[in-house]
């Protein structure tokens, strides 16, 4: 791999934020409505950024704004009460593409951005999901959510009203999934249409590429037309019953004339994704992983040839996992986002020598837009949230082109944070971040916020959270320490591959030697006056650390963490994560599901515990809280359960959010308080 001049500056420097002994500390409501950009593009000829900002938790205040490239010059491009999304320029650079529900159902809308109103182009019985144009801007697809086997939208109108006219109140399924994520699946699914588009017309005739399919497909992101105009490819599961217990995503590519569907990946049994045409229609690369039931394998980047039909997996040996990519303008190279040490970064690769070149990797980056050899994209890290910012695809020419939220955070006092590394299980390297608390003062002590992540293939890298924004901690007065054990992503595949079959063991291990560093290394912290926190499987080591680490914390919070496992498998939803992580179904490795079971350890079970869910969550439905919670009640041990009825894995609604972290704010402060107010 080659290296980039401006990845030789350390990583592991401490990050100074703020200096101002007059300044407020972050709250709930301030992050809740702190500008969150998105949907960046930059024109086609480099000179004009178009973006959305959403203000904070506000609704009907997501709006587009245009940019000047070179004098930064602002404005804002739309106004309406309703919403934008989707955004994308046209091709002569004149106008924008976008979503808003401003007829009264989302559809497709042209603006012009040398001034007038925006048309309607789509008018549709249904609201469209999301949207791609072809290459000449004369086609679409479509996204939307219809009843597999009709043949016209109002069939699926009729279909919607006859549901809701039912008399009585029930559910039947014949297969799984019968439930996902937040919601009981019914008999409709997302599917990918084509339509002929044309400014100054509106479309309202569509064809669903994928009629009898009783399947969704995997959205508009993972949908590319060939420049060509006559086919398109997208990425879906093929129809079955089997959707519960794999991970087996192919990718299709359709004849837009004939409407014949083939199957590209058939051969492949694991995830395909994600499949990209190159401008000059010679490639169709996708990312790949290699084995079945398994959803946090290695994205591999597969490229077809069109003219041999050859497919190459391009960097084999790149140990990364792409989590997004696009053609360069050359078309001989892709722009890739990976995970890469606690970081996620922009690298190039070459496709005919694979090689890999790191381009950009501070913080968390997305959003990537390409003019030439420039990169538009957003970054955030753990003491700043999302702006826009360039870099040359040489690495240099790095500047940061917005400030969305320069005003509502000049008098914020933010934790300092700092990147460390230590050795942990098998004496091998495992990172970690350190955030100082805002109101520092050197030779004080200070308690510890120890959070730790779900997945548990994933990562509390150097990223603004917000649900789990380690600066909220901070702003509390606490030492917050987030380490990245075995099993967490970015560090290699070996490396997060490692947490299967072995839940309870290198992680916590990796945990307690990481606790041990950190404080040795840092006097301010103190190591009497901890509290561990975590959600999901982070939840999970909230109850394995009861009953293994007994003596490790004064206090600990469980949100909807895992407590039994054998009725974690029957009655969790995406039946692939439990099986590959556990060797098959509980029936078949008891015994593997067992041994790294909480629920087994309760004998041990001292600690005061928070215990926090909600109720629409179906990944890790609430009778794993009810059953940790009701075990702390039976032993005496002071606990507390907090339900939230209208949400679901996570705590989304702004409101809730705000009660979320008062729960967490209120039991911390009644076990571990600051030395000097002891």
């Not at 990537?368 to 700043?384: C, E, M």
């Amino acid at each position: 791999m080659k290296l980039n001049k401006m990845f030789k500056i350390a990583v592991l420097a401490a990050l100074p934020l703020s200096a101002n002994v007059n300044a407020e500390i972050l709250t709930v409501e301030k992050l809740n409505s702190l500008n969150q950009v998105h949907n960046v593009n930059v024109s086609p000829d480099g000179s004009q950024l178009v973006y959305g900002i959403k203000r904070g938790q506000q609704k009907g205040t997501n709006h587009l704004w245009l940019q000047d490239v070179k004098s930064g010059a602002t404005s804002q491009l739309t106004s309406n009460k309703t919403s934008e999304s989707s955004v994308v320029w046209a091709k002569d650079g004149k106008g924008v593409y976008f979503l808003s529900g401003r007829s009264g159902k989302s559809q497709v809308w042209f603006m012009p951005t040398t001034g007038g109103e925006a048309v309607q182009l789509t008018d549709f019985p249904l609201s469209v999901e999301g949207f791609k144009l072809s290459s000449d801007e004369s086609q679409v697809a479509l996204a939307f959510t219809v009843l597999p086997g009709c043949k016209t939208f109002k069939c699926s109108v009729d279909a919607f009203a006859a549901q809701a006219a039912k008399k009585h109140n029930t559910r039947a399924y014949d297969q799984l999934m019968v439930r996902h994520w937040d919601a009981w699946l019914d008999q409709f699914n997302s599917h990918v249409f084509v339509a002929g588009i044309q400014k100054g017309k509106v479309t309202t005739e569509a064809v669903d590429l994928m009629a009898d399919w009783n399947t969704d497909f995997s959205g508009m992101s993972e949908v590319s037309f060939n420049p060509n105009g006559k086919s398109l490819a997208f990425s879906a599961k093929v129809p079955g019953v089997d959707h519960a217990w794999t991970t087996n995503w192919d990718i299709f590519e359709v004849n837009l004339e004939s409407k014949e569907v083939t199957n590209l990946t058939v051969a492949n049994k694991a995830w395909d994704a994600m499949p990209v045409y190159s401008a000059d229609g010679r490639y169709l690369a996708y990312k790949a992983m290699k084995t079945p039931v398994y959803e946090s394998d290695k994205f591999s980047l597969q490229v077809k040839d069109l003219r041999t039909k050859e497919v190459k997996d391009v960097a084999p040996l790149w140990d990364r996992s792409i989590a997004s990519f696009q053609f360069g303008s050359d078309n001989r190279s892709v722009i890739a986002i990976a995970q890469d040490v606690g970081q996620k970064s922009i690298f190039e690769i070459d496709l005919q020598f694979g090689d890999v070149t790191p381009i950009y990797n501070q913080g968390y980056a997305g959003n990537v837009s390409i003019a030439g050899d420039a990169l538009y994209f957003t970054r955030h890290n753990i003491g700043n949230p999302s702006d826009i910012f360039t870099i040359n695809k040489d690495g240099y020419g790095f500047k940061q082109l917005t400030h969305v939220n320069k005003a509502k955070l000049a008098n914020i006092a933010l934790g300092d944070f700092e990147q460390f590394k230590f050795k942990g299980w098998n004496n091998e390297d495992v990172h970690g971040y350190i955030v100082k608390p805002a109101n520092f003062k050197d030779g004080e002590k200070y308690p510890i916020a120890f959070l730790v992540h779900g997945g548990p293939q994933g990562s509390f890298g150097n990223m603004f959270h917000y649900r789990w924004n380690a600066q909220l901690w901070a702003a509390q007065g606490y030492g917050v320490v987030m380490v990245d054990f075995h099993g967490s992503t970015g560090y290699g595949q070996a490396f997060t591959d490692s947490i299967s079959h072995d839940w309870g063991g290198k992680p916590l291990e990796d945990l307690q030697k990481g606790m041990d560093y950190i404080t040795e290394q840092n006097a301010w912290l103190d190591r009497e006056n901890a509290c561990a926190l975590g959600a999901s499987y982070g939840g999970y080591m909230m109850n394995w650390i009861m009953g293994n680490w007994s003596d490790g914390f004064k206090c600990i919070v469980n949100h909807a963490g895992l407590f039994d496992m054998k009725s974690f498998y029957n009655v969790t939803e995406e039946l692939w994560f439990p099986e590959h992580d556990f060797g098959g179904p509980y029936w078949e490795k008891e015994e593997e599901y067992s041994k790294f079971d909480p629920s087994r350890f309760v004998d041990n079970w001292k600690t005061p515990m928070l215990v926090i869910q909600g109720e629409l969550d179906y990944r890790v439905p609430y009778g794993q809280s009810l059953g940790a919670f009701t075990t702390l009640q039976r032993k005496g041990i002071d606990s507390r359960l907090v339900m939230f009825p209208d949400e679901d894995h996570h705590i989304r609604d702004p409101d809730n959010l705000k009660e979320w972290y008062r729960e967490i704010f209120v039991w911390m402060e009644k076990y571990i308080k600051p030395a000097n107010e002891k």
